[in-house]
């Protein structure tokens, strides 16, 4: 692992000042093959650039003569409360970027006092990461209920893999780690190119459909959060079903390209389930004002992949904790300068979109 450490030096020389700075560390520290896996998105990456650009074409409407002394970023997830809308998302093979994988992610969002939802892809198997850390733990599979985990996440925009052409050019192989839940490793045929889409099609499911979301239901007692949901008609059949909660997102613009930027859909989609479960949004969220604007237009709380990923590769356990820190405390800053104490100060007279006419 000696080649994906960065020396103290130059540790020194470029410590980062925003999350985006993390990137570059990461594509510094990591093979470029892992670097594009992590960064890349499906085919023209048109979805991937306008997941973050989408934000940055909304501005904040602060309000001023506010006292912002005191400023509370807490809030609370089915229950369990969190010291800021701010968790991490699932993403696989945490260990690509840093042996510690998922145990670090796992112990650096419990010292963030976070929720961290473990990938179905993980590096570590559920039980491993349940005893790494007492973090609140969300998981994507029923096996989870008996390690203590507190929600299952059902991704449903995955009923294949999507088509990202870094990985088919750069002949992404997935290499055998020693703990990776169910992978298929080297020793399936690539057929010359990448094996991430054997693998997909020995664990993807495209039968999955709504009847399956029911059967899980029927089978735990964990609440369900369906993840994937880009319009108001899943939306409103995700209430039906009895999901716990909706997570807007296209997987960080790695499935399906073309499909909108998360930030534009949340309105519609917090609008269909007309607050009855919370809408959580993932998606290009870079700076505590894009976790700001998505609470402005409703959601409860924020995702974030690939950022926690640079953060572990740039700097393990600790470049995780200082990703999860920046963020909320741009979002503290945020909230102060936009005359906001508490998350509920919070509303949708704070933002404007491209939408609006005034
Ligand atoms: C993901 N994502 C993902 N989602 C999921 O439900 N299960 C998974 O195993 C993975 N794996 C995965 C790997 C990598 C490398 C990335 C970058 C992403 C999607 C993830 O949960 C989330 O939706 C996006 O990463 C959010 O977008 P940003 O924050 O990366 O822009």
Excluded at 42 to 60: C, F, G, S, V, W
Excluded at 159 to 182: C, H, Q, Y
Excluded at 204 to 226: E, M
Excluded at 274 to 299: E, H, Q, S, W
Aim: some cysteine; glycine content about 6%; proline content about 4%.
């Amino acid at each position: 692992w000696i080649a994906f450490t960065i020396s103290s030096d130059q540790t020194m020389a470029s410590e980062p000042v925003n999350v985006s700075e993390f990137e570059a560390l990461a594509k510094k520290a990591l093979p470029k093959m892992y670097f594009d896996f992590y960064a890349g998105g499906a085919e023209d990456e048109y979805t991937l650039k306008d997941n973050e650009e989408a934000y940055q074409r909304i501005t904040i409407r602060p309000r001023v003569l506010v006292d912002v002394s005191r400023i509370d970023t807490s809030t609370s997830i089915l229950g369990y409360p969190i010291s800021s809308p701010i968790m991490v998302a699932p993403s696989a093979l945490h260990q690509l970027a840093n042996p510690e994988g998922e145990l670090a992610t796992a112990r650096a969002s419990a010292a963030s006092n976070t929720i961290m939802i473990l990938s179905f892809s993980s590096s570590y198997n559920v039980e491993e990461v349940a005893a790494s850390c007492d973090a609140v733990r969300f998981f994507q599979l029923y096996r989870a209920e008996r390690s203590g985990y507190k929600a299952i996440v059902l991704t449903v925009d995955c009923p294949r893999l999507g088509r990202r052409e870094a990985d088919i050019r750069n002949r992404m192989i997935v290499p055998k780690l020693k703990n990776v839940e169910g992978f298929v490793s080297n020793d399936v045929d690539a057929g010359g190119g990448s094996n991430l889409e054997a693998y997909a099609n020995s664990t993807f499911d495209p039968t999955l459909s709504w009847k399956d979301v029911a059967w899980l239901k029927s089978i735990t007692s964990l609440p369900i959060l369906l993840k994937g949901i880009l319009t108001h008609e899943d939306a409103l059949k995700a209430v039906e079903v009895g999901a716990a909660g909706v997570i807007v997102s296209n997987h960080g613009a790695r499935q399906l390209d073309y499909s909108p930027a998360t930030i534009t859909v949340v309105e519609e989609v917090v609008r269909a389930v007309k607050g009855k479960i919370p809408v959580i949004v993932d998606g290009g969220v870079r700076r505590g004002t894009d976790v700001f604007k998505a609470l402005a237009l409703g959601a409860q709380a924020v995702l974030v992949g690939r950022p926690i990923i640079y953060g572990l590769a740039a700097k393990g356990e600790q470049g995780v904790k200082q990703v999860i820190q920046m963020l909320k405390d741009e979002f503290e800053l945020t909230m102060a300068l936009a005359g906001c104490t508490s998350l509920k100060d919070i509303t949708r007279s704070h933002v404007r979109t491209d939408r609006d006419r005034f």
